[in-house]
């Protein structure tokens, strides 16, 4: 199967750096099954790269996945975006994009029930990440290429688009 990561760089030997923020699942390299996720998260930079790996499943790792957003993963993500380390090496499921992270937190903080959290989660697209969190993990992806995503093709055509409705 292809995963994709959306960086600033081209990444042609994945490693785990632990960053200054939490993550969904905890610390890892972060892939995505969905080509354009990627191109979302490689947007954050002012230069822009996919890089595309292919990935074969190793039985022998501890493997953790969430086929949708459950109890049990609003509990997971809960505990790893509070800094608490998991033991698997691979983690697979939905993604708490902003919006849903800041449900995350209201939720933690107790602002919302679980209920109310389930009710504001709803996604009306589908996310999806696997993160890679051991050493071992890593030995299941093999780097096949990458390809820079441009930045201003993209705020050119928003610019165009405001400009056409001005005139309409």
Not at 64 to 75: C, P, Q
Request: aromatic share 16%; glycine share 6%; with cysteine.
């Amino acid at each position: 199967m292809q995963v994709y990561h959306g960086s600033s760089t081209i990444v042609k030997a994945p490693k785990i750096i632990e960053g200054k923020f939490t993550k969904d699942f905890g610390t890892g390299f972060y892939c995505t099954k969905f080509q354009p996720q990627a191109e979302k998260w490689s947007k954050k930079f002012d230069v822009g790269f996919v890089n595309i790996y292919e990935y074969i499943e190793d039985n022998s790792l501890s493997i953790k996945e969430f086929s949708e957003m459950t109890d049990e993963w609003l509990d997971f993500v809960v505990a790893c975006r509070s800094g608490i380390n998991h033991e698997y090496d691979i983690v697979i499921g939905p993604m708490a994009d902003d919006q849903v992270y800041s449900y995350v937190l209201d939720y933690t903080n107790g602002i919302i029930t679980r209920e109310a959290f389930w009710i504001l989660a709803k996604f009306k697209y589908p996310t999806h990440q696997i993160a890679f969190c051991t050493d071992a993990s890593l030995k299941t992806i093999n780097y096949v290429d990458s390809y820079e995503v441009k930045q201003w093709q993209i705020g050119k055509q928003k610019h165009r688009m405001i400009c056409f409705l001005r005139v309409v």
